[in-house]
């Protein structure tokens, strides 16, 4: 019989989201969760290592390290981060001058997200 070792690496024992489940992985379109999801990575103290390790192996599914799937694409890609003036979380530029992540742009112009 064969015995399957896996490693997990020491940070995953203080994931914010650890015990979570599907909530760090909203439905496409579910803009409501991907905010709760992103809401955790800002409070969690591993958010950098997750991040670092998602792109490391290349995982684009759900939300790690404060980011979704598209997002870390466009960081795996060369693009940079940057902080939210508003909200203080985490987003990717995706135009020239943006200041605010897409749900602090949507309320400001008065479109809930």
Same mark, same amino acid.
């Given at each position: 019989m064969n015995t399957v070792v896996i490693s997990v690496p020491r940070w995953h024992r203080f994931a914010r989201c650890d015990g979570l489940g599907d909530a760090m992985f909203p439905a496409k379109g579910d803009r409501a969760g991907e905010i709760a999801a992103k809401r955790e990575?800002?409070?969690?103290? %591993? =958010? =950098?290592?997750?991040?670092?390790?998602?792109?490391?192996?290349?995982?684009?599914? *759900?939300?790690?390290?404060?980011?979704?799937?598209?997002e870390r694409r466009r960081l795996a890609a060369g693009a940079?981060?940057?902080?939210?003036?508003?909200?203080?979380?985490?987003? %990717? %530029?995706?135009?020239? *001058?943006?200041?605010?992540?897409?749900?602090?742009? =949507?309320?400001? =112009?008065?479109?809930?997200?």
């Amino acid at each position: 019989m064969n015995t399957v070792v896996i490693s997990v690496p020491r940070w995953h024992r203080f994931a914010r989201c650890d015990g979570l489940g599907d909530a760090m992985f909203p439905a496409k379109g579910d803009r409501a969760g991907e905010i709760a999801a992103k809401r955790e990575c800002r409070r969690c103290v %591993v =958010a =950098a290592d997750c991040l670092r390790d998602a792109l490391e192996v290349g995982d684009f599914e *759900g939300v790690r390290g404060g980011f979704n799937g598209p997002e870390r694409r466009r960081l795996a890609a060369g693009a940079q981060p940057r902080n939210c003036e508003r909200c203080q979380g985490w987003f %990717v %530029v995706q135009w020239p *001058g943006q200041i605010r992540c897409r749900g602090c742009s =949507a309320r400001v =112009a008065g479109r809930q997200p």
